[in-house]
């Protein structure tokens, strides 16, 4: 499932949720265009087992490990989720509380992952942690709110609309089931770090919850 639009827009520019988008656009195209893609990435994506909390430098990775891609797939299906849920969530949000949100939730993401492997040498990379906490905030604030959506069911190709709370719950209860089918699983096979999605998407709906909406009249049930 994909979506394509939700059913009440935001009542503000989401002008930070557009950085993000702009700036996420911009580290890909150095990836690709960098003479050295192995190192750009080996520098900084968040690689936990040279993680060491007492040496500062080692740190950075769990900010910049959240601008990188690993493809064109990636960083569009990120892009998309944040583009549809991230500007209603920005609109409920002081602008520095949006930010707080967006790289907490990436950081919680990561730190989430490196708590269950901190020995893992595998570069771990992606906006997915911070755009599950937007989901998380989204299925927060606006859970009746009607998400225009996409299904793909080769051959069959069609639209639908369904309750944010069932796609985000759905989204979030998938990766729940992937995590724990992925614990066990050698490190070094790589893959989908499920728990960056739920460290994520926990921290953004925690911070959703403790801080009330702004503009709680403008929710429609249907």
Do not use: C
């Not at 893609?37 to 968040?46: D, K, L, W």
């Not at 893992?120 to 927060?140: D, E, K, N, R, T």
Request: aromatic share 16%.
């Amino acid at each position: 499932m994909l979506p394509i639009s939700d059913s009440v827009k935001s009542h503000r520019f989401a002008f930070l949720n557009l950085i993000f988008v702009v700036i996420n656009v911009f580290v890909f195209i150095l990836q690709l265009t960098t003479p050295d893609p192995e190192g750009f990435v080996n520098t900084f994506a968040f690689i936990p087992s040279t993680i060491d909390f007492t040496n500062i430098s080692t740190l950075y990775p769990f900010i910049t490990s959240m601008f990188l891609h690993g493809g064109f797939l990636h960083i569009a299906s990120n892009m998309l989720f944040l583009w549809v849920f991230g500007d209603n969530v920005e609109g409920e949000l002081p602008p520095l509380f949006y930010l707080f949100l967006y790289l907490g939730s990436g950081i919680v993401g990561s730190l989430s992952q490196y708590i269950l492997d901190p020995t893992s040498s595998i570069p771990m990379l992606g906006a997915s942690g911070a755009v599950a906490g937007a989901l998380g905030a989204y299925f927060a604030y606006f859970p009746h709110h009607k998400i225009k959506t996409l299904i793909v069911i080769p051959p069959f190709i069609t639209t639908t609309t369904i309750s944010a709370f069932f796609m985000l719950g759905y989204w979030i209860v998938l990766q729940v089931i992937s995590g724990a089918g992925s614990l066990g699983v050698s490190s070094d096979q790589g893959g989908v770090a499920y728990f960056a999605h739920i460290g994520g998407f926990a921290f953004g709906y925690i911070i959703a919850k403790v801080i009330p909406r702004k503009n709680p009249e403008l929710t429609r049930i249907g």
